[in-house]
């Protein structure tokens, strides 16, 4: 399995498998989807693979944003100072989030503990969900003053 800063990345036959690393939440943020789209594209280009798995370690599949971390907190005060400044990383997302719908093959989104938010858009994502009884999905973002992200307003009522 190779690693990459967020996620470990591995071949087993024909499947693709992608395991989000950042346990025990899984903490949703531009760097872990860039690095999901990044592999979702090399499975595409590798005519072995017919299939990709999405999973995670630890408690949660993705808890969501981590609205304590530090580097967030920075970056909200820097927004506060420049508005304008805020809608960098807010596009970036988009972007990523676009290369993961575009891919072309199968995607199965194996979620356990948590998906919310950020976490429940990369499970929707998927072009299928196999979950458990522990499994818990929640769309906060109204509840937090956010517009749902990752393309939730299309893909969720469709689903």
Same mark, same amino acid.
């Given at each position: 399995?190779?690693?990459?800063?967020?996620?470990?990345?591995?071949?087993?036959?024909?499947?693709?498998?992608?395991?989000?690393?950042?346990?025990?939440?899984?903490?949703?943020?531009?760097?872990?989807?860039?690095?999901?789209?990044?592999?979702?594209?090399?499975?595409?280009?590798?005519?072995?693979?017919?299939?990709?798995?999405?999973?995670?370690?630890?408690?949660?599949?993705?808890?969501?944003?981590?609205?304590?971390?530090?580097?967030?907190?920075?970056?909200?005060?820097?927004?506060?100072?420049?508005?304008?400044?805020?809608?960098?990383?807010?596009?970036?997302?988009?972007?990523?989030?676009?290369?993961?719908?575009?891919?072309?093959?199968?995607?199965?989104?194996?979620?356990?503990? =948590? $998906?919310?938010?950020?976490? !429940? *858009?990369?499970?929707?994502?998927?072009?299928?969900? &196999? %979950?458990? #009884? +522990?499994?818990?999905? =929640? $769309?906060?973002?109204?509840? !937090? *003053?956010?517009?749902?992200?990752?393309?939730?307003? &299309? %893909?969720? #009522? +469709?689903?």
């Amino acid at each position: 399995m190779s690693t990459t800063k967020d996620i470990g990345v591995e071949k087993i036959g024909h499947v693709g498998l992608i395991e989000i690393g950042k346990p025990p939440l899984n903490f949703f943020d531009i760097s872990l989807i860039n690095q999901i789209a990044d592999a979702l594209e090399e499975f595409d280009r590798d005519i072995e693979i017919r299939s990709s798995v999405l999973a995670a370690q630890g408690r949660a599949f993705c808890a969501g944003d981590n609205f304590n971390d530090p580097a967030r907190q920075e970056q909200e005060a820097r927004a506060k100072a420049d508005p304008a400044s805020s809608l960098g990383p807010i596009a970036h997302l988009y972007v990523q989030a676009v290369r993961i719908f575009r891919n072309q093959k199968p995607i199965v989104a194996a979620v356990h503990g =948590a $998906a919310i938010g950020g976490g !429940l *858009g990369l499970a929707v994502s998927a072009d299928f969900r &196999v %979950t458990c #009884p +522990e499994a818990r999905f =929640a $769309a906060n973002f109204t509840k !937090l *003053g956010f517009h749902p992200g990752f393309g939730l307003t &299309v %893909t969720l #009522p +469709e689903l």
